[in-house]
């Protein structure tokens, strides 16, 4: 049989497409196909067995079939955008509070034309002058911007719908914001004392929420607040001297507060010591708790539901006015109480642990100013050392 007529019985035994041995003594499986961009064209899998070249094709096809199926020449922007937003989700890759956190980021971009446009058509100038014009946001808006861009460029790009991605040129780096970095400081111990004075003062109006003791707790703990509001009883171990954190307030779908099993990282479940200063507060908490469908030891009895932490921001700017000191948030009194573990000589290792960092450079970063002031008597352990070698 003539190698023509042996190729046209393979080709119609496996169907479309031909199949013949080569040089090297491997099978050649060559199949025509329409590309997403519905162009005419030929590809080849050479493998040991016939089996192992129709499987490349298969997989092949499949893969073909789900490109054409989510990305078309007309794709824009913010469609490939939301389509990579939409199946981390779907994978489980980002909860609820990040599929949020990503579509209000998207909305950023949806806003402008650039968004609306179709990827392949965005010029380089035009990309040049979008990223121009987001400066005006904060940085940390400006950073999820752009690295949703950048994404979506690196996945036309892989897809082949763009033929280059100037996205990857030295002119296309994460743009700066035009607005400087607010950054939270510490209180120092005159205005600490002073909060806690107001926070002592303050009297409860009948029927309202107050916040005194979750303030105090994140002022003495360092936990961060959304984890104090998830708090329940069996997390406080006042017997063991420790309070556990393994959940926190995130924000779901629609801003809707959840309490999510699980901290904000992997390092933020954790033991955090409970000092002579907390221990009457916890005590107290638990003695004011009334019973609500989430078991929590902090609940809205008003609007029944989970506190958050906005509610907790607008109370201590009331307080920091009455106590006449200026508000930078309550985050502020976690970076105090940090602030103190490290002027009282608690070491980074353990301070990081009880932050719940994920790593130890994060704290020596954040407070970075703060242990430069410190130096713990080490002129006073030097001179000791060097009497004694002398």
């Given at each position: 049989m003539s190698s023509r007529k042996e190729s046209a019985n393979k080709r119609n035994k496996y169907g479309q497409g031909s199949i013949r041995r080569i040089k090297s003594g491997k099978y050649e499986y060559r199949v025509r196909y329409q590309d997403e961009f519905d162009r005419l064209k030929q590809k080849s899998f050479s493998c040991d067995t016939v089996e192992e070249c129709l499987a490349r094709a298969k997989e092949f096809k499949q893969d073909l079939r789900y490109k054409k199926g989510i990305i078309d020449k007309k794709t824009t922007l913010a469609e490939l955008i939301r389509q990579k937003i939409d199946a981390d989700y779907a994978r489980n890759f980002t909860g609820e509070s990040g599929y949020d956190r990503n579509l209000q980021t998207l909305a950023i971009l949806e806003k402008d034309g650039i968004g609306?446009?179709?990827?392949?058509?965005i010029t380089h100038k035009e990309m040049e002058e979008y990223l121009k014009s987001i400066t005006s946001y904060s940085n940390t808006v400006i950073k999820k911007v752009y690295s949703l861009i950048k994404g979506a460029y690196k996945q036309a790009a892989d897809v082949g719908i763009i033929q280059f991605n100037f996205m990857l040129l030295p002119e296309f780096r994460c743009p700066k914001s035009v607005k400087r970095d607010r950054k939270v400081r510490a209180l120092t111990e005159e205005e600490q004392a002073a909060?806690?004075?107001a926070l002592k003062e303050h009297k409860k109006k009948y029927g309202s929420?107050?916040?005194?003791l979750q303030l105090m707790i994140e002022l003495l703990s360092g936990l961060r607040m959304g984890e104090i509001n998830a708090l329940r009883p069996s997390d406080i171990k006042l017997d063991k001297g420790y309070i556990h954190v393994g959940q926190t307030v995130s924000r779901g779908l629609d801003?809707?507060?959840?309490?999510k099993e699980g901290t904000k990282t992997y390092a933020g479940e954790r033991d955090v010591p409970i000092s002579k200063a907390l221990r009457p507060i916890l005590e107290?908490?638990?003695e004011e708790m009334k019973d609500n469908p989430l078991g929590l030891v902090f609940y809205d009895y008003r609007k029944k539901g989970i506190v958050q932490t906005s509610q907790v921001?607008?109370?201590y700017r009331r307080i920091c006015e009455k106590a006449g000191i200026e508000c930078f948030g309550q985050h502020a009194l976690r970076h105090t109480f940090a602030t103190r573990c490290i002027e009282a000589g608690v070491q980074p290792v353990v301070l990081k642990t009880w932050l719940g960092h994920t790593n130890i450079h994060m704290t020596l970063d954040i407070y970075s100013?703060?242990?430069d002031k410190m130096d713990f008597g080490a002129l006073e352990k030097f001179d000791s050392l060097i009497?004694?070698?002398m």
């Open positions: 609306l446009k179709p990827i392949q058509l909060l806690v004075d929420n107050e916040y005194s801003c809707r507060p959840y309490i107290s908490a638990l921001n607008c109370f100013d703060v242990f009497e004694a070698i």
